[in-house]
């Protein structure tokens, strides 16, 4: 059964860091693209960054490019979002997903993904 677990939210205050997780489980991880959206409640899920399914290329949003740093590793099935200097336009639920899509300029097409996680919370505080 596929499988995505996000891990590593937490609260902290501006100007923090903070690391996701997400372990894949009962997917060939290292076929499919990785993205990371955010959602804040009433609002659309919006795309944050996403990695090619080998790791050679990643491509982040302009609010968290030079901020966010995606990697992954397919030994371990996990991907791995770095985010530094957070604000607090940070605070959002981040969710995981993977994909076959192979094509940068699809990454971030939400409803391109297969599957996607429960979710973790990050709040950062003033």
């Known amino acids: 059964q596929a499988q995505l677990i996000e891990s590593g939210g937490g609260l902290v205050q501006a100007g923090g860091s903070l690391r996701l997780s997400c372990a894949a489980s009962?997917?060939?991880?290292?076929?499919?693209?990785v993205g990371w959206f955010r959602q804040v409640p009433g609002k659309e899920r919006e795309f944050v960054a996403a990695?090619?399914?080998?790791?050679?290329?990643?491509l982040y949003a302009d609010s968290v490019k030079g901020r966010f740093t995606l990697s992954r590793n397919n030994a371990e099935d996990t991907a791995y979002l770095q985010m530094n200097n957070l604000n607090p336009e940070d605070t959002a639920d981040y969710y995981c997903?993977?994909?076959?899509?192979?094509?940068?300029?699809?990454?971030?097409?939400?409803?391109?993904?297969?599957?996607w996680g429960q979710g973790t919370q990050v709040t950062v505080s003033t």
């Open positions: 009962g997917l060939p991880f290292e076929t499919l693209a």
């Open positions: 990695i090619h399914k080998s790791g050679s290329r990643t």
């Open positions: 997903e993977t994909g076959l899509l192979h094509a940068p300029e699809n990454w971030p097409r939400d409803y391109l993904y297969d599957n």
